[in-house]
């Protein structure tokens, strides 16, 4: 995925979102997200990135169970203060297993346990996650990306609902996998894709055109708590003491 990098003495989470003042040629893009921590802190940069244009976003269990990953996101759109793309909450469970979550790394509401979040407003749409994901494909007048930040179980589902539609899309980009680096669940297996492995069989034998991100790239963008405490010195405020907060857990 291209981002694009903040300007000097600019931090990502403290560009201006304006979708009116977006670049023609930036990316349209969905993200199904699971968060959690990480995702959390990919949404604000997807936010506050002119190279990005949301089309809309979905929730998946993963990190958390479903409801908790949608709560966080509500929460984030509040707190980063934008009006957000259409919102659907998308699976509760794996298509054929029991959910396997990693609360005790993100907490059990995904953001630390910092419990002190106001209950967030925010309606979401009235279909689930796998139809707003093929209703949005369908509609898209441009090149479509699909990002996949969590399990791949709506994106299973939206293939189920349309596979021709999901053909459609420019690229999926998928975080998750490891190739030739050891898996942070077992000795093999990245957590994205063991959550729900018969959902990640589906999408990647589907033939879409795929982008897989596993644990060797991601492994190799590491932030220390040194850098991201060093970024919101830079611009304190709201945003930056519930970054701070809620990443305590996550980051040494």
Do not use: K
């Not at 959910?99 to 967030?120: F, I, K, Q, R």
Request: negative net charge.
């Amino acid at each position: 995925m291209s981002m694009a990098h903040p300007s000097p003495g600019q931090d990502c989470y403290d560009i201006v979102y304006d979708a009116s003042g977006t670049p023609r040629d930036s990316m349209l893009a969905l993200i199904d997200t699971d968060p959690g921590i990480d995702d959390a802190l990919a949404l604000l940069y997807a936010w506050g990135s002119a190279d990005l244009r949301l089309a809309a976003i979905t929730t998946v269990a993963g990190n958390v169970p479903v409801a908790d990953a949608t709560r966080t996101l509500l929460r984030l759109v509040a707190l980063r203060g934008i009006q957000p793309p259409p919102i659907a909450e998308g699976a509760a469970a794996p298509l054929a297993r029991r959910l396997v979550t990693a609360t005790s790394y993100h907490g059990n509401d995904g953001l630390g346990d910092l419990l002190d979040w106001p209950e967030p407003p925010g309606a979401l749409a009235p279909q689930g996650a796998a139809a707003l994901l093929v209703e949005t494909v369908r509609r898209a007048a441009e090149p479509l990306t699909l990002i996949a930040l969590g399990p791949l179980t709506n994106v299973a589902l939206a293939l189920e609902r349309d596979d021709r539609a999901l053909r459609r899309l420019a690229r999926l980009v998928v975080m998750g996998g490891a190739v030739d680096v050891p898996g942070n669940v077992t000795p093999t297996a990245e957590f994205n894709i063991h959550v729900d492995p018969d959902a990640a069989a589906r999408v990647l034998t589907a033939g879409l055109a795929v982008d897989l991100v596993p644990l060797d790239a991601t492994r190799q963008a590491v932030v220390s708590r040194a850098d991201l405490e060093q970024l919101l010195r830079r611009r304190p405020g709201p945003l930056a003491t519930r970054i701070a907060a809620f990443t305590r857990r996550g980051f040494t």
